[in-house]
């Protein structure tokens, strides 16, 4: 059983910190590409500031199968329309995978194009699949449409209306999260449509947008650079958005939006998606060091938990209590606690705070929580050290979390 870090133990920690390399967030664990046709250049250059990606298919692409993974990009897969076949879905679906996509604008008639119910009847196949592959459910990714689908006298152009009859003719499902697009060109155009889908109380993915409602011959680059500099600034730091992904890497069908141009070449607009700051830049606090009561293996240690990867983790031993300690190399003051946790989640566990590493003072409790993502609000917390002590899991593993974001508005005094 893990010890609580007091007495003897501190002296440890301290000789442990001392040998120890600093660890910092690097790129956004939110951001993505919509994308279908990388090479292994391509992948190798986007790499510098997304984290994951997907392809409107259950594999991905050829030319970066072989690399995604070294390069800690994470591949998600989707089932776009059809009817899906359990058996061949979840046997197509790569090693690595957490989440699932669902239908693409279903709503639309040339894509995906199924009605709220038919999309409904077909949902459990999405969710054996899940279930088999230890997956996370995505809903149909909707948008506003012109050529709609229509059901018991009702054409659903109105992507909330769409989802509302969905969940209403699928009261049981299992959906983890809301995907949605858009392709309007303004900020507050953005922060009002997002605003729409947090009445589902789910994470949001926006997994298509870039402006391109506007006439052609007035999106420049340059619009297309401020849209993209004002939308990934609100995007990092809206807390209901969990992931999103710029529409796309070449792409004919709008002008000014491609972020790749020969094989493994960005353009302007490219490296400015990946040079974009995370939320980090905006009240995130970067710690120098994680430490755990214990890992599981020596490639679930407690760093992964701070890497910036969604593809990585850190994961303890099959016991209770265990705990995740954070570093920040001074005392901070943390407003705000962001614990993304895999499958292996902690049921019960404290967020406790210290200056020492010996005495700690609690800040939040959670009592039989439930996975996926804690956003854990309005604390009012001031210590150097930041632990998640978990004393009751949710499974017989261990406690396991891919990331933890933690904010503060400014540094406390010394």
């Not at 501190?10 to 690097?26: D, G, H, I, N, Y």
């Not at 690595?96 to 709220?116: M, S, V």
């Not at 909707?142 to 018991?152: L, R």
């Not at 947090?198 to 298509?208: A, G, S």
């Amino acid at each position: 059983m893990p010890a609580v870090l007091r007495g003897g133990f501190a002296v440890l920690l301290w000789m442990f910190l001392a040998s120890q390399p600093a660890q910092a967030q690097t790129r956004s664990p939110k951001r993505g590409v919509a994308y279908g046709y990388h090479s292994a250049e391509d992948m190798k250059a986007l790499s510098a500031g997304m984290s994951w990606w997907y392809n409107w298919a259950s594999t991905p692409d050829a030319g970066a199968a072989n690399v995604y993974a070294s390069l800690g990009v994470s591949f998600v897969p989707m089932v776009w329309g059809g009817t899906p076949n359990a058996d061949q879905l979840a046997a197509a679906i790569p090693a690595g995978a957490q989440y699932l996509l669902g239908f693409n604008e279903p709503n639309f008639r040339w894509q995906a194009n199924k009605t709220p119910s038919q999309a409904a009847a077909l949902w459990p196949i999405l969710e054996e699949v899940a279930r088999r592959r230890n997956l996370k459910l995505v809903s149909p990714a909707v948008n506003y449409c012109g050529e709609c689908v229509s059901e018991g006298g009702v054409t659903y152009s109105d992507p909330v209306a769409y989802l509302d009859a969905f969940f209403a003719a699928c009261v049981n499902c299992k959906v983890d999260y809301i995907a949605v697009h858009w392709y309007a060109c303004d900020l507050s155009a953005l922060q009002w449509y997002i605003g729409r889908f947090k009445k589902y109380n789910k994470p949001i993915w926006l997994t298509e947008f870039a402006c391109g409602d506007m006439p052609h011959d007035q999106i420049t680059l340059a619009v297309q650079k401020k849209y993209m500099t004002d939308a990934v600034n609100y995007l990092e730091n809206e807390p209901a958005v969990f992931r999103y992904a710029w529409f796309s890497g070449r792409n004919n069908e709008i002008p000014n939006i491609n972020l790749l141009g020969a094989s493994g070449q960005l353009t302007e607009l490219g490296q400015l998606y990946v040079s974009l700051p995370s939320g980090s830049q905006n009240g995130r606090l970067s710690p120098v060091l994680a430490m755990s009561s214990s890992s599981e293996n020596s490639g679930t240690g407690p760093e992964k938990a701070i890497d910036g990867s969604l593809s990585t983790r850190w994961s303890s031993a099959f016991a209770d209590p265990q705990y995740l300690v954070l570093d920040f190399g001074s005392s901070k003051k943390i407003s705000r606690v962001k614990i993304n946790w895999e499958t292996a989640y902690g049921k019960d566990y404290q967020l406790q705070v210290s200056n020492d590493a010996s005495t700690w003072t609690p800040v939040a409790s959670v009592v039989s929580g439930d996975g996926g993502v804690d956003d854990l609000t309005g604390l009012s917390a001031t210590g150097r050290f930041l632990r998640i002590y978990g004393t009751k899991r949710s499974s017989g593993y261990g406690y396991s979390i891919y990331e933890v974001e933690a904010y503060g508005d400014t540094p406390a005094a010394p």
